[in-house]
């Protein structure tokens, strides 16, 4: 009788608590399914011309699917090729910030689609302007402006005004002091919902965005560029399956600029470890970093257990399992 009443106890509590978070036992139950969703490097370096890698850029597949891109630097255009993605199923770009090793191929993808039939509007998402460093709107306005564009061609492509056969359509990310804006992508079918969530984060003086993606009960976070002084990360990183952090800066780097703009080691394992991530993926490897990746383990090590992948162009993780 004693256990009976114990266990009538627990499921009201749970019940209790699943009330309180406003979310359902049978959410939390959810386990992400191996395959569902895959992340594929398209670039796992920084700036650098020597390293051997395409600069940043990550592809997710859904349902096997290549339907939302992270960044798309230099290099990217080509791995996208190379990845055998249809671009018909690609819904988002999500920027991370306006650098040029995460933008640099981003005119290739725009003028390459119209070419494939794409047939209809690719939203864009990214940063608002601060300083010198541009918003989204400015960004492809400075790219495809009629009057002053680099590529003022492609003017029609971005102009709303004009009817043209690729449209963009831009949306600028600015959230509040540690704030997650989430947005739907896709056509309103829930059994192909995608959800991207994206949170402020610290990168100099460089208006930044880490994003998160979810879907089929999967969830895969870009740390993007950042120190996370702030800690700015840690809330969308929460429980997330797949953790993709950028290891641009040795534990103690002796480059002032490298520490102000990237996470040590160390705080990519801290954010690891209370996030509790299946796989750790560290990418935007820079040559300052290539050939420490025993140093860099060792300091994660101190706070996370789970699996830990170095990223290397055009590999495939899949989200789920071990």
């Not at 699943?18 to 670039?43: F, T």
């Not at 796992?44 to 051997?52: A, C, F, I, K, T």
């Not at 540690?178 to 959800?195: A, L, T």
Request: charged share 20%; proline share 4%; glycine share 8%.
């Amino acid at each position: 009788m004693r256990l009976k009443n114990g266990l009538q106890k627990v499921g009201i509590a749970l019940a209790i608590a699943c009330g309180a978070l406003a979310i359902s036992c049978s959410a939390v139950a959810a386990v992400c399914q191996p395959g569902k969703l895959v992340v594929q490097v398209l670039g796992s370096g920084g700036p650098e011309l020597s390293d051997q890698r395409a600069s940043t850029s990550y592809l997710v597949w859904v349902d096997q699917k290549a339907r939302i891109l992270i960044d798309f630097g230099s290099g990217a255009a080509l791995n996208y090729e190379k990845s055998g993605a249809n671009p018909a199923d690609l819904d988002a770009v999500l920027f991370s910030h306006f650098h040029v090793d995460h933008t640099a191929d981003f005119p290739a993808l725009v003028k390459g689609l119209p070419f494939t039939g794409y047939n209809k509007e690719l939203r864009v998402f990214g940063p608002a302007k601060r300083g010198v460093f541009p918003g989204v709107k400015e960004f492809v306005h400075a790219l495809f402006n009629r009057d002053s564009g680099a590529y003022a061609y492609l003017a029609d492509y971005a102009d709303p005004d004009v009817s043209s056969q690729f449209k963009m359509e831009l949306e600028e990310v600015a959230p509040k002091d540690k704030e997650i804006k989430r947005y739907h992508i896709g056509d309103g079918n829930s059994s192909d919902d995608v959800r991207v969530s994206a949170v402020a984060v610290l990168h100099g003086p460089v208006p930044s965005l880490a994003w998160r993606v979810d879907s089929k009960d999967c969830s895969v976070t870009f740390s993007g560029d950042t120190s996370n002084s702030d800690q700015a990360l840690d809330q969308l990183a929460q429980g997330t399956d797949v953790l993709v952090a950028h290891n641009a800066a040795r534990e103690n780097d002796p480059d002032e600029v490298a520490r102000l703009l990237h996470m040590m080691p160390t705080e990519i394992g801290r954010i690891a470890g209370a996030a509790r991530p299946g796989k750790l993926v560290l990418s935007h490897r820079m040559k300052r970093t290539l050939g420490h990746e025993m140093e860099s383990t060792a300091a994660i090590r101190k706070n996370y257990a789970g699996t830990i992948l170095f990223a290397n162009d055009m590999q495939r993780i899949i989200v789920g399992g071990k």
